[in-house]
Structure formats: structure tokens, C-alpha cells
């Protein structure tokens, strides 16, 4: 019974050890934890019996709280503490307390980093190695996490951990966001008791869709509403009561706001602060933060700034209204950096009260890619023309200048922006082979087990090193099996050994890095690499096949300023050659850069709800929150939508909509009549209006959509009936050749997040909806749609 009484202890006497079995007689290797075997009584009467002890698995002793912190979308060079503009006091005040880290680096675009950092793999070892959206049949690129890769979230759970995640989610496949899942790459089916957030990469931070757990869930409604502040006060209400219901138990929790990515959504008073510092324009911005960087020591003294890509027009050839309406984009991504430090410390604040924040290690890694050039050359008020290859144009934008950053802009900043701010590198998000795109900056907080405080750490450092190193700090070891599956060996390296020892030789000594065929490998400070596609240009500069390949010496030149190609070409083989046999065991093999093909489900090979060669939907009412991937694909086809209502004498709200106010259609009743809205990109709409009110009862109501063809984007005429008779018609002139949004969805009933068209009181159907059905009659694929929805 000796076992059997150490398994149910409340205080395991001494923490379990990372190889397996521990002091504490438990085998933490093995999850679930075997509960012992239930004992049997011969005793008739309970009073005359002893009860057993409570079977409880219990995080080890003194094993501290996690809490990670993952930026979206912030470079290198953004805070002040790596150097950058952004005034960021939170991060600040932790990395002065704790260690700064200048070499440590994600996988250049979010998915990819998110899934490495949950896991402690490398992300095609989690099948993740692009987006969701770009999913492929491939091993490395299909979005379904491998059973033998169990998450570190579920992990410390099953350890005697207490888990929430709030804010962004981009791990679970397109095809199973839905109410019908299924829910198993669900955070809440991954590991986290508690999820309160968005599922995708992008959120509007003034009308987001959320989820809390599983549930789709109406947006709070309060002055000043903004989503960074929700999920805030949704972590700080859960770990108050975390504490207050289980103070013994230690809690892990995933902050992601999805700050800094666009839509760059500041409140007015945090943009404000920053009027007029970007005046002088980006090419300025890398030279003043390179020179911050020296002193603060973030980069040795003798580096180098590179030449930006010679797409990025210098400052001085930009014209006066240019550099008016640029300024303005970087003024509100600031602020959209300082407000989320600002919510950060809240939460910071909280811990701190609550008593635990000495025990608690941070991790703040500022930034899941580099800063993202896919504003373009010029930004953009509605992000989603980078998504439908429309070009926007300074005249517009700058009719919206006051309004940028606020609810009637989901807007993007100019891609000079981007390099300015991933100083002091050449490129940016996307570009895995640079480590504009790659180098975040980290900093670790822990006052109980970290005794350097305010020191830098220069050894090189992977977004898969967090979880091993979560592991390693708490005392539980990565898993050799889960509900009887033999777990991978994990892939990352724990950081413990730096963290009091400024001089440690840096343990994770290989790493390769790919997204869309950019492509490097790193080795004891050797860097070759290839610049493949760049996210601001259409096409790739080569094939894979005629690459050009560069080599640094990344010990000598921190910017990678100095390549050594011709100088050292049998280093540059042997490293060429180290990359194919890392991305063959990884598999990360074969490369995929293809643009249009991978946004289309059918020639990428990835599911959706409907199987191959279905082209009708059924839906019924109270049905929301359908994405890419579930609902039917209206681009660059012919269709229609059937509704089987029931309306009164005031018929009003919507049958079945998609998108929103930056692109999206909609069918819907308005004051009796049936109309439909089509919303290009929030630029213009059109509204095809019935000539006859509906009289009460029941109704088939039809909209059917015959388009041009001819190329993706073109025009049709839509045609409403009732009841076989027809109703209304219109020319629709223009349409999205790509999707409308992964931010507003699919509704049926109501309509929301922003909303596509003006509906009166009340987007909300007062009548009855018995079924939807949405049909394909003709699809064309688009040969102009861009590659990353990101």
C-alpha cells in the first residue's frame, strides 16, 4: 500500500524528476496518470470502516505558474526595450527584472509558431506548417496534429495544472470550425479547461466573433468596447478565481492577443501619443533604431544596417500626401502596441496582487513572426483587398485619415513600415529565411528562479524551446505516452541552462526554417539561406529548382549583411545539404509555393464540410459562425439561395448572410420585402430591391446569382423570386474574386460581427426560417487571388 499512499498524498514530499518516475512515486511519463486500483471492503456496516484516501494528481511540489505571452505580428525592432518606438513599460519593467532575450526566434508566419510553441516540436512535426487556410494532403502541411504529439497544455493538466487560453487561436482546421466540429484541435479539447477567444488569424477588434469554450457567444457591449480589454478582464476574473477556488493548484495560462496584426485597431487616446514621431518616414526610423539598439546593447556595436528591398521606395521619393497618410498607418500601429502592453499590465498587475507573481514564470515573447509587409506598397483601410488583389489608392485612404484605427477601418500599414520595424533586418513576416521574419524578441520573468536580473542572453533560441524548458522549470517531463500512444521525443531545447549563466554554449546548435518555399538552415552560427517570394510581390523571384542560395556567419554579422556565398561555397554546399536532410526528417518535404491553387480546398486536397462533387448546403435557422471551409464557396460561380420562411405583417432580418461591412453579401427581409446586398470590399454595394412586399405566411424565397465568367471577379446579374414570381433584379458589376473574410462569417437568422447591410433596428429574423439551402450552379477558379490568409 506504500505506493498506493504516495499517490494519494496532498504534498508530494519532493519534486518529480524529468526522467520518468520521481520521489513522489509517480510516473509522470505515462498520461493519464493510472489512477490505483479501488479497494474492496468485506466491512458490512461503514461506521466499523475506514475510507481510502482521495485519488488527486498533483502538480509537483513548488512547481511554479506559467503564464505566455505571444504577441502577433510585432517585429524585432518595435518595443523600446529591443530599441523600437513603441513605448511598452509592461514589457519593460519584466525584462528589467528578468532576462532579455536577443537571438531567439518563431517560424516567420503565426500557425507554424503557434503550433512549435504549444508543443515543443517543430511545426511540420505538428502538421502545421503553413496557415489552416493553405492546408495541403501533405505530411507537414495537413493542420491535423499527429497523435503522437500530445500539446504541453493538455500535458501539465493531466499534471495537476489549472489551463486557460484567451485571445487568438490559429491551430484548429478550417474544415472543423463549427458547431458540428469536430471539436478535437479545439483549444478546449487541446488542453485548456477555460478558452475565451477567436479561432482564425485575425480578429475586428471592435466587433469580434467569439467563442468562449465551444460556444459562440454575443459581443460584450460596453463604452469603449475593445477586444484586447475583454479577454483581459476575461484572464484576470479567471485567474482570481482560480486562486480564490484552488490557491494550492498552479495555473497555466496562453495570453495571445491579437495585437499587433492587423486590423491595426488603437483607441484614439494611444495613437494619439505618437502624432508626428514618424514624420521623418521608415528609412530614418532603421537608422535611429539601429543606433538605440547599440546602446542598449540589443546588437553588438559593430552592426551593419543592410539595404531594404529595393521594392520599398526611400522616404524622400514619396509624395507630401503619402507621407501625410503613412505617417498616420504608423502612428496607430503604435498605439495598438502600447494599448496591448498597457492591458498586458493589467494582467501582470493582477498576479502581482493576488501574491503569486514571484512564483510565476513569464514568458512574453513579443511577436509569432516579424512585422507584416502585406499592407503593400501603400496600406490599406480594409485588409481584405490584399486578399482580392485590389489595389487601394492614397486619395481614398486619406479620406479616412481621422478614422484610422477606429471601427470603420480594418486597416493595414505600408510595408516600409514593416522593415523599419524588423530592424535591423532586410525583410519581414512570411520571410522564413530572414530573420526580419523570424527574430522576436523574448524576455523571462521569474523572481523565484531566475537570480540575474536586468542581463541580456545571446544564445541562439526556437519558439519550440518554450515548452521544453515549461517542463524542465516545473519538474514534469515530456510524455513517452498518451492514452496508449507513443509520444515523439520533443524537438525543442530548454533554455534553463542560460538562464544563470550569461555564458553558456547555446544547446540548440541546428534549426531549420521554411515557409512557402523561403527556406534556411542554421548550424553553430552558420546561416545559409534563399530569398524564395517576398509577401509585397506576386510571384516568386525562381523556381525552386534555381534558387539562389546565400551564407553569414551569423557570429560576425548580426544583420546578415555579409554574404559569404562565393567566399566559402563549400561551406554553403554542406549547409544546402543540412537543410534537405532536416526538412526530409521533419517533413517539411516536398517545398509548396504555390499561391491560387492552395486557397482552393479541392486542388490543395485538404476537406470541407461538403464532400467532393456536393454542391448544395442545407442550413437551418439559428445556424452562425460558418467560415472557409463549411460554408459554400460563392466566389467567381453562379448560385442560389433558397429560403423556406415564414414572416408576419412586419417581416424583417436576415435569411442568410456572409462577410460583413468590408465585403459580403446578404439576403434578408427589410420592412416587408425581400432584398439582397452585395458589399465589394466596403468600397461599394449594391442592393437589389423587391418590388412587392411579402404578404404574411409562408414563402419560398429565391435569389439566384448567373455570373459573367470570363475570370475570376466579374459580374452577373441576381434575380429575386417569391414563391416562383419574380420579385426584383440587378446587375451586380463587380465581385470578390477571394474570400470575403475570415473575421465575419456565415449567418443564417442574423447577421453578425460588422454587418453587410443596413437592416434596420435589428439584423435578427422576426419570422420563422425553416431551411436555407445554398447551391453552386457553376464555379470558375480564380487565377488572381494572393496566397497568404494569414
Not at 485519488?55 to 505571444?70: G, M, Q, R, T
Not at 512574453?364 to 506598397?377: C, K, M, T, V
Not at 561551406?571 to 532536416?582: R, T
Request: hydrophobic content about 35%.
Amino acid at each position: 500500500m506504500s505506493c498506493f499512499l504516495a499517490f494519494m498524498a496532498c504534498e508530494p514530499e519532493q519534486t518529480a524528476s524529468t526522467s520518468g518516475t520521481g520521489p513522489d512515486g509517480i510516473d509522470r511519463t505515462v498520461l493519464p496518470i493510472k489512477e490505483p486500483e479501488r479497494v474492496r471492503y468485506s466491512e458490512l456496516d461503514v461506521r466499523n470502516a475506514t475510507p481510502p484516501p482521495r485519488f488527486e494528481v498533483k502538480a509537483p511540489k513548488d512547481a511554479p505558474n506559467i503564464v505566455i505571452i505571444l504577441m502577433d505580428d510585432m517585429g524585432f525592432a518595435v518595443p523600446e526595450t529591443f530599441g523600437g518606438p513603441a513605448y511598452m513599460p509592461t514589457l519593460d519593467r519584466l525584462a528589467k527584472n528578468g532576462l532579455t532575450y536577443n537571438r531567439f526566434h518563431t517560424t516567420a508566419l503565426c500557425t507554424p509558431t503557434r503550433a512549435a510553441l504549444l508543443t515543443g516540436y517543430n511545426s511540420h512535426s505538428v502538421n502545421l506548417g503553413i496557415i489552416t487556410e493553405l492546408a495541403t494532403s501533405y505530411p507537414g502541411y495537413t493542420s491535423i496534429r499527429p497523435q503522437s504529439i500530445t500539446p504541453m497544455a493538455e500535458v501539465l493538466r493531466q499534471n495537476g495544472y489549472s489551463t486557460a487560453q484567451f485571445g487568438k487561436s490559429h491551430e484548429t482546421p478550417t474544415w472543423e470550425k463549427s458547431s458540428n466540429g469536430p471539436q478535437d484541435r479545439w483549444p478546449t479539447h487541446s488542453g485548456f479547461e477555460k478558452f475565451y477567444g477567436f479561432l482564425g488569424g485575425i480578429t475586428n477588434n471592435w466587433a469580434p466573433v467569439i467563442y468562449d469554450g465551444v460556444t459562440m457567444i454575443e459581443t460584450p457591449s460596453y463604452p469603449g468596447y475593445h477586444f484586447t480589454n475583454d479577454m483581459t478582464n476575461q484572464a484576470v476574473s479567471w485567474v482570481n478565481k482560480q486562486q480564490a477556488l484552488q490557491p494550492d493548484k498552479p495555473f497555466f495560462m496562453y495570453y495571445a492577443p491579437g495585437a499587433t496584426r492587423a486590423p491595426h485597431h488603437a483607441p484614439k487616446e494611444y495613437s494619439a501619443k505618437y502624432k508626428g514621431k514618424f514624420d521623418k518616414g521608415w528609412d530614418v526610423l532603421r537608422e535611429e533604431t539601429l543606433e538605440r539598439q547599440k546602446k542598449l546593447g540589443i546588437v553588438p556595436a559593430n552592426t551593419i544596417l543592410p539595404p531594404k528591398p529595393e521594392q520599398i521606395k526611400d522616404w524622400a521619393d514619396l509624395s507630401p500626401v503619402e507621407q501625410k497618410l503613412f505617417a498616420r498607418q504608423m502612428e496607430v500601429f503604435a498605439g495598438f502596441a502600447e494599448h496591448t502592453d498597457h492591458e498586458i499590465g493589467r494582467l501582470i498587475d493582477a498576479i502581482e496582487e493576488m501574491g503569486e507573481l514571484d512564483n510565476t514564470i513569464i514568458f512574453f515573447i513579443a511577436g509569432d513572426n516579424g512585422s507584416s509587409a502585406e499592407g503593400q506598397q501603400t496600406g490599406m483601410f480594409n485588409e481584405w483587398t490584399y486578399f482580392n488583389r485590389v489595389k487601394e489608392n492614397v486619395e481614398d485612404m486619406m479620406k479616412l485619415y481621422d478614422e484610422w484605427g477606429t471601427e470603420s477601418t480594418i486597416p493595414h500599414m505600408a510595408s516600409g513600415w514593416a522593415v523599419a520595424t524588423n530592424s535591423p533586418f532586410t525583410w519581414t513576416k512570411q520571410m522564413a529565411s530572414d530573420f526580419g521574419g523570424t527574430r522576436n524578441g523574448l524576455v523571462v520573468h521569474w523572481p523565484k528562479g531566475i537570480k540575474a536580473k536586468g542581463e541580456m542572453r545571446n544564445q541562439f533560441g526556437f519558439v519550440s524551446d518554450i515548452a521544453p524548458t515549461v517542463y524542465e522549470v516545473t519538474g514534469i517531463p515530456s510524455p513517452k505516452m498518451v492514452n496508449g500512444i507513443a509520444q515523439d521525443p520533443i524537438e525543442g531545447t530548454s533554455l534553463v541552462y542560460s538562464f544563470d549563466d550569461a555564458s553558456a554554449p547555446e544547446q540548440h546548435t541546428v534549426q531549420y526554417f521554411e515557409i512557402g518555399g523561403n527556406r534556411a538552415i542554421y548550424e553553430d552560427g552558420w546561416y545559409a539561406r534563399t530569398i524564395h517570394i517576398a509577401p509585397f510581390l506576386p510571384e516568386p523571384f525562381n523556381t525552386l529548382q534555381n534558387d539562389v542560395w546565400e551564407l553569414y556567419n551569423t557570429k560576425e554579422d548580426f544583420s546578415l549583411s555579409n554574404d559569404l556565398a562565393k567566399t566559402e561555397p563549400e561551406k554553403l554546399k554542406e549547409m544546402q545539404a543540412l537543410f534537405m536532410k532536416e526538412a526530409e526528417k521533419y517533413h517539411v518535404l516536398p517545398i509548396d509555393d504555390r499561391t491560387v491553387e492552395r486557397m482552393i480546398a479541392e486542388v490543395a486536397g485538404r476537406p470541407t464540410v461538403m464532400a467532393p462533387g456536393i454542391t448544395s448546403m442545407r442550413l437551418t435557422k439559428d445556424m452562425k459562425g460558418l467560415g472557409v471551409d463549411v460554408f459554400p464557396s460563392l466566389q467567381n460561380t453562379s448560385y442560389s439561395i433558397t429560403a423556406e420562411v415564414e414572416v408576419g405583417p412586419d417581416g424583417n432580418g436576415v435569411l442568410v448572410c456572409q462577410g460583413g461591412r468590408f465585403g459580403g453579401l446578404s439576403f434578408y427581409v427589410k420592412n416587408g420585402k425581400p432584398f439582397f446586398t452585395y458589399n465589394f470590399l466596403g468600397l461599394n454595394s449594391t442592393t437589389i430591391s423587391s418590388t412587392q412586399s411579402l404578404a404574411p405566411g409562408k414563402h419560398t424565397l429565391v435569389y439566384e446569382f448567373k455570373y459573367d465568367g470570363g475570370g475570376p471577379g466579374r459580374g452577373g446579374v441576381g434575380t429575386i423570386t417569391v414563391d416562383g414570381q419574380k420579385f426584383g433584379e440587378g446587375r451586380i458589376e463587380r465581385t470578390q474574386p477571394g474570400i470575403f473574410s475570415v473575421v465575419d462569417l456565415a449567418d443564417v437568422g442574423v447577421d453578425l460581427g460588422t454587418v453587410v447591410a443596413d437592416y434596420g433596428a435589428s439584423s435578427k429574423f422576426n419570422g420563422n426560417i425553416n431551411s436555407v439551402t445554398v447551391q453552386r450552379i457553376a464555379a470558375t477558379v480564380p487565377s488572381e487571388t494572393p496566397a497568404i490568409i494569414d
